[in-house]
């Protein structure tokens, strides 16, 4: 199997990860590095990795000021879960971009948000 590696830039990697697996429910972890973490689902599938802007010289990591952090990009996470990750987004502190509603295109129940570090993050029910 191939799998995709989304990372994204952010300007703290520990408190990202601990606001990404709050919102999704999965186990408190602590990042591999102070410059990367990765975001796994209970069964190790790595779901996202967050890395430090400017560690490492990778050109498109740069820094926060050198990219706009989510222009083009949509984290969207399909959860079992929908009611539950919907409260502990709601207890997160962050207001919802956008509140619960059915989702025309996919005909399921999702919710928007954006993370500590301005990515535009939706939450989508598995089943309707």
């Given at each position: 199997?191939?799998?995709?590696?989304?990372?994204?830039?952010?300007?703290?990697?520990?408190?990202?990860?601990?606001?990404?697996?709050?919102?999704?429910?999965?186990?408190?972890?602590?990042?591999?590095?102070?410059?990367?973490?990765?975001?796994?689902?209970?069964?190790?599938?790595?779901?996202?990795?967050?890395?430090?802007?400017?560690?490492?010289?990778h050109p498109t990591l740069?820094?926060?000021?050198?990219?706009?952090?989510?222009?083009?990009?949509?984290?969207?996470?399909?959860?079992?879960?929908?009611?539950?990750?919907?409260?502990?987004?709601?207890?997160?502190?962050?207001?919802?971009?956008?509140?619960?509603?059915?989702?025309?295109?996919?005909?399921?129940?999702?919710?928007?948000?954006?993370?500590?570090?301005?990515?535009w993050v939706s939450i989508?029910?598995?089943?309707?």
């Open positions: 199997m191939t799998r995709l590696w989304t990372i994204i830039g952010v300007a703290d990697v520990a408190a990202s990860l601990r606001w990404y697996q709050s919102l999704l429910g999965l186990p408190a972890t602590p990042p591999a590095h102070d410059d990367f973490g990765q975001i796994c689902d209970t069964d190790g599938t790595v779901l996202l990795c967050l890395h430090a802007w400017g560690a490492h010289g740069t820094s926060a000021e050198a990219a706009t952090p989510g222009n083009g990009l949509l984290l969207f996470f399909r959860v079992d879960d929908f009611d539950t990750c919907l409260s502990r987004a709601r207890g997160l502190g962050a207001p919802l971009a956008e509140g619960p509603h059915v989702n025309t295109n996919t005909g399921t129940m999702e919710f928007s948000l954006r993370d500590p570090d301005g990515y989508s029910a598995v089943s309707a």
